[in-house]
T-cell receptor
Framework: DTEVTQTPKHLVMGMTNKKSLKCEQH?????MYWYKQKAKKPPELMFV???????INESVPSRFSPECPNSSLLNLHLHALQPEDSALYLC??????????????FGPGTRLTVL | SQKIEQNSEALNIQEGKTATLTCNYT??????LQWYRQDPGRGPVFLLL?????KEKRKERLKVTFDTTLKQSLFHITASQPADSATYLC???????????FGPGTRLSVLP
């Protein structure tokens, strides 16, 4: 199974709502990532979890709150978002092997619209 | 900071021709470069990885080269088909390989 799944596929929320994005993988990968992608732009890294611990936060506003409950699941909690946060949110996973290469497997993404 | 540039935002070619996409990087050579394909509204899909000590890598109709002197990788699709139409992203690792920075992508259109 080389699949990363994300739910929901689409999400529309108001600026006062609280919602969560979910990501799951069963490849035994111990690194998981959240990316944000705007239209016609490349993915931009938001967070990296390694062995269920947050290892990288690329200066993301606190209205985005990641969580890694176990090695297969990754959540992104959303609160008080702005319209400019509307984007495709991508989850990815990879093995964590020192001195090796890190091919990332991406999910299909959640299309988020903030009204 | 590590930057990746891809030579053109969009590339149109005729079916059956070879598409060549360019990826240029700055600063030190990465240990490897990766190429991904992304269809509209979908996540990127890994295609090929080439290490800095490899000159060339092939997979079916795909070929990637890595020139550390020019700080450049070329991505070729031979005998292109309309189904190859997509955005192709180049990516380099940083932070000991845990992170990647992606190039802006080249949107390839193969015309029948």
């Amino acid at each position: 199974d080389t699949e990363v799944t994300q739910t929901p596929k689409h999400l529309v929320m108001g600026m006062t709502n609280k919602k969560s994005l979910k990501c799951e993988q069963h490849m035994g990968h111990r690194a998981m990532y959240w990316y944000k992608q705007k239209a016609k732009k490349p993915p931009e890294l938001m967070f990296v979890y390694s062995y269920e611990k947050l290892s990288i936060n690329e200066s993301v506003p606190s209205r985005f709150s990641p969580e890694c409950p176990n090695s297969s699941l990754l959540n992104l909690h959303l609160h008080a978002l702005q319209p400019e946060d509307s984007a495709l949110y991508l989850c990815a996973s990879s093995q964590v092997l020192t001195g090796s290469t890190y091919t990332q497997y991406f999910g299909p993404g959640t299309r988020l619209t903030v009204l | 900071s590590q930057k990746i540039e891809q030579n053109s935002e969009a590339l149109n070619i005729q079916e059956g021709k070879t598409a060549t996409l360019t990826c240029n990087y700055t600063n030190y050579s990465p240990a490897y470069l990766q190429w991904y394909r992304q269809d509209p509204g979908r996540g990127p899909v890994f295609l090929l990885l080439i290490r800095e000590n490899e000159k060339e890598k092939r997979k079916e109709r795909l070929k990637v080269t890595f020139d550390t002197t020019l700080k450049q990788s070329l991505f070729h699709i031979t005998a292109s088909q309309p189904a190859d139409s997509a955005t192709y992203l180049c990516a380099r690792p940083y932070n000991y390989g845990q992170n990647f920075v992606f190039g802006p992508g080249t949107r390839l259109s193969v015309l029948p």
